[in-house]
């Protein structure tokens, strides 16, 4: 059955179901929303996840062929839970790994390895079938060497390499809505009028679930922050430079237009 | 041989009088007539080794075993009312005249013509514009001319158009098809019934016919180009339908209805009036089509990442400007202190991304506006001694060179304007010999091809 996780993973200051608005182009209020039909459209849900690895330098127990050891993963960006939405990952690695095609079914979806070699990770990422019957692919060059070649290698402080991104849903099933309703890993949207959602139920028993979070995670010191105000102030103040210089631009152009005026051949 | 050859006696003449012999044989052989040497020789010189048609096969016969005779004899054809005996010639054979109606007969068909009673002429077939004479006469020919209304027309005594006649005999067909009928479901399939006449709907049918068939080639133009032009509108609107943009007014008056009215009768909407709307909404459209389609593609995919769909977007909004704005774009990105691909790419920072890459755009765009309006007042400013020709991107090439070559020209005191772009045309153009009066060629640092007469 579908593996709910609700109560217990709701964590009062989890931002995530804040509700981003909707561009008006998405919600068509007419819309029929037959209950026979299983798909909600012109509704999205976004799961930000962050992806990347973490290299553990060996130091002293490096050899040739094993100098790091080394940890890709796809996380939720605030830890929580992606196995709601997750049903596997694949990663694929470099040919010369035994059997380089590595199936992950349970959170945390992460894979750990020993090797010396930098190459491009291929992770798909399998939903479950209410959620999306097509797989998605993120892309992530395993990085082992700090980018100050310079420095010191140590062994306490790993090298790690993380980018975000959110998976977009569109076409959504009721069942799935209704799933996630109040999952802080997902960010729900404001539903078009008229449609409501049946009530999630609980049907595991808490303590059997598998903490699928990584909010404990071992790795968890090291993981990167990504906040969205930062760069929302660096867009902004761009933004208002270019519209000054577009307003100073106009003004001009209006400007030579009425000198020109004056000039122009009959 | 030997021994000829000891005794001195010349070798056998046979051969010399041979090779004589054959060769004139072979001459002859070689010579083809009809065709030439050369050409014949294509074919592999000789003549074929068979031959592709058996001349023995043609003209031959199978021996018949019948005796077979043509005679000259009567005829008569069930064709024909009265007994009229006419002759031919016959193939006989073995004496025995061969039997049977003439052999063209089957094809004398005719239209069965329904014919009514007085009696179901007064109960059914009763109209206030024809007179039951009339119809009388209608059938008449129809019977005489198998339905050819063209002929019935015009062999009819009052004068009646072709539509109206054809009404009055499908009408008058069928009601008596359905009076006679047994039950109303019986006659139903019958064509008759099933699709009666329409006249309204047949004049003005034929009278577009005619209309399209009479049309002069300036008038087939115009209509093509307002039938493109409401095609492109339409498509444009779809888009635009799609993205669902409540801010931008989609004109709903422009579109298929002047379509419909320029193939009209006589009266066509002047493709001035289509296309000056249409070129207006066509830019802003365009972009938001381009917007929409995007959008639409990215619903399609049903699971996306935020990076993917910012980068659809930015090539989306992008599509219209060369690789050098889009780098320009980019630079201005980095000048500003902005990430070219978001750090946190959020849906709201992918937003405000996006705007602002379409913002960049516009300045540029801005910029290059005023650049062009400068230059041309600058041309004006300057006046145009035979530089009437002169386009403003020739004034602007003469504007952004000006800086480079005022320590040239200044000293002739001349416009620098003029000068330079002469000086432009001369070194464009190599092999041109140049029409400008007098250049001195000394202040000029670059080489110029320049002939001793401009001096």
Partial sequence: MIDTSLSKKKDPDQPEISLPTLKSQRTKMGKSEDSEKKKIKDVEISVPIVYGNAAFWLGKKASEYQSHRWTVYVRGATNEDLSVVVKRAVFQLHSSFNNPTRVVESAPFELSESGWGEFEIAITLFFHNDVCEKPLNLYHHLKLYPEDESGPMSTKKPVVVESYDEVVFTELSESFLARVQNHPAVTFPRLPAGVTLPPSVSTEDESKKKRGDTKDHPLSQWFLNFSEADELLQLAAARQQVQAHIAKLRRQISLTDGQNQQFKPL | ?455
């Fill in chain 2, 1 to 455: 041989m030997d021994a000829k050859d000891i005794l001195g006696l010349p070798k056998t003449p046979l051969p010399i009088p041979q090779e004589k012999k054959s060769r004139p044989q072979k001459d002859s052989q070689r010579k083809p007539d009809g065709i030439s040497r050369e050409v014949y020789a294509l074919t592999g010189g000789v003549a074929p080794l068979m031959p592709s048609i058996d001349v023995s096969q043609l003209k031959r016969r199978p021996p018949s075993d019948e005796k077979i005779t043509w005679q000259w004899l009567p005829f008569t054809s069930s064709a024909r009312k009265d007994d009229l005996q006419l002759y031919h010639w016959v193939r006989v054979v073995n004496g025995v005249p061969p039997t049977g109606d003439y052999s063209f007969a089957k094809y004398n068909k005719s239209v069965d013509v329904i014919r009514y009673t007085d009696e179901e002429y007064e109960k059914y077939l009763t109209d206030p514009k024809w007179t039951k004479e009339e119809t009388d006469q209608l059938f008449d020919l129809c019977e005489r001319f198998d339905l050819r209304f063209i002929i019935i027309a015009d062999r009819f005594p009052t004068h009646r158009t072709v539509e109206e006649l054809k009404d009055r005999y499908y009408s008058v067909s069928r009601a008596i098809l359905v009076a006679r009928a047994p039950s109303p479901g019986e006659v139903a399939g019958h064509p008759l019934v099933k699709e009666p006449y329409n006249v309204t709907q047949e004049t003005e049918r034929k009278r577009a016919l005619s209309m399209v068939l009479s049309q002069t080639k300036h008038q087939e133009r115009k209509d093509a180009e307002v039938l493109a032009e409401a095609k492109r509108i339409d498509e444009s609107r779809m888009a635009a339908r799609a993205a669902e943009e409540p801010d931008l007014p989609v004109p709903s008056d422009v579109g298929p209805e002047s379509a419909e009215g320029a193939v009209g009768p006589g009266d066509t909407i002047s493709p001035a009036n289509v296309q000056a709307p249409a070129a207006a909404i066509a830019p802003s459209t365009s972009v938001i089509a381009d917007n929409a389609s995007t959008l639409a593609s990215l619903r399609m995919l049903r699971v996306y990442l935020r990076t993917y769909a910012l980068e659809q977007m930015v090539q989306a909004a992008s599509s219209s400007a060369g690789l050098r704005t889009i780098k320009r774009v980019e630079q201005t990105l980095q000048d500003l202190g902005v990430n070219l691909k978001p750090k946190v790419p959020t849906k709201a920072v992918c937003a405000e991304h996006l705007e602002l890459r379409k913002e960049i755009l516009t300045l540029l765009n801005l910029q290059k506006q005023l650049q062009y309006k400068e230059a041309e007042g600058s041309s004006f400013r300057d006046g145009s001694y035979g530089d009437m020709p002169g386009t403003a991107k020739r004034s602007q090439r003469a504007a952004d060179q000006d800086r480079t070559f005022v320590p040239d020209t200044i000293s002739f005191g001349v416009i620098p304007g003029d000068r330079v772009v002469k000086r432009e045309q001369k070194r464009k153009g190599p092999g041109r010999t140049s029409e400008t009066p007098s250049s001195p060629a000394g202040a000029h640092k670059r080489p110029r091809k320049m002939k001793a007469s401009d001096l």
